[in-house]
């Protein structure tokens, strides 16, 4: 799908990968971007529109999607990590990535369904991680949350392919945000992981991969029967 000309939302505008996909979308000729953000004031990105949205809200999901009923591409890029781990972490923690990372991830695609089918079926990018398809020693709830999202991400695929809705999973290794500030790990600047997965929507790609270490992703997709992955 062409970005330029597309109406987006954009969900977590405000900071980290979040704020480079309403930059970059407008920088790549993006008619109009909403920033979805849970709290409006102080929020300030030239040229874009924004919208209040807390995607465990479903009421203000609704809201949003109402607002923004021209769009024709969303970014569901809104997350959390606990690092919480799963037998000794809280429980609590557990269930807010999850509260998060699924199910506001699924009120976001429930609601956006129907606005981009009645927009002639645009595009949808999810992000997601290189947790989402394996474990590596930390944050092993915020995987299986990731994991959830991306079992969403391709069945999302399969449901809207009959109203031409083209869905992207971008799964990321470390980036240099917020969420990573004090974890020690390999980071990659978040504006090239955020070119990554707009190229990948340019591209029609089912999924990318934007990681400094992975090398073993394109295997693994592969290894599903009767899937190509470009
Ligand atoms: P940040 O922590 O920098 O930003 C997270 C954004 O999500 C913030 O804008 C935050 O808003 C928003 N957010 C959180 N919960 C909600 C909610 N309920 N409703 C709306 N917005 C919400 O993280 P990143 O930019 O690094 O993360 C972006 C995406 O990338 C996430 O999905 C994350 O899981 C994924 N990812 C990140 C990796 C990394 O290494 N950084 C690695 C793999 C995947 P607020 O400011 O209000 O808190």
């Given at each position: 799908m062409d970005i330029k000309g597309s109406i987006a939302i954009v969900t977590?505008?405000?900071?980290?990968m979040g704020r480079h996909f309403a930059r970059q979308l407008l920088e790549r000729g993006a008619a109009k971007v909403y920033a979805g953000v849970r709290?409006?004031?102080?929020?300030?990105?030239?040229g874009v529109e924004v919208v209040p949205l807390d995607i465990t809200d479903r009421a203000s999901v609704a809201a949003a999607a109402a607002v923004a009923s021209d769009a024709t591409l969303v970014v569901n890029n809104a997350g959390i990590a606990t690092?919480?781990?799963?037998?000794?972490?809280s429980e609590d923690a557990i269930r807010s990535e999850m509260e998060t990372n699924y199910f506001g991830t699924l009120n976001m695609v429930r609601a956006f369904a129907p606005v981009l089918g009645s927009n002639g079926g645009g595009a949808m990018l999810n992000i997601l991680s290189v947790l989402s398809w394996r474990s590596a020693g930390l944050g092993h709830a915020y995987s299986a949350a990731k994991a959830a999202s991306w079992s969403l991400t391709n069945g999302a695929r399969l449901e809207l392919a009959a109203q031409g809705t083209q869905v992207t999973g971008l799964h990321v290794g470390g980036v240099d945000t917020d969420m990573l500030k004090d974890i020690p790990a390999v980071k990659a600047d978040p504006a090239d992981v955020v070119r990554a997965g707009l190229d990948g929507i340019e591209s029609g790609a089912l999924e990318v991969l934007a990681d400094q270490?992975?090398?073993d992703f394109k295997a693994i997709l592969n290894a599903d029967p009767g899937v190509t992955y470009p």
């Open positions: 977590g505008a405000n900071r980290g709290r409006v004031e102080g929020v300030d990105i030239p690092f919480a781990n799963l037998v000794s972490g270490v992975s090398k």
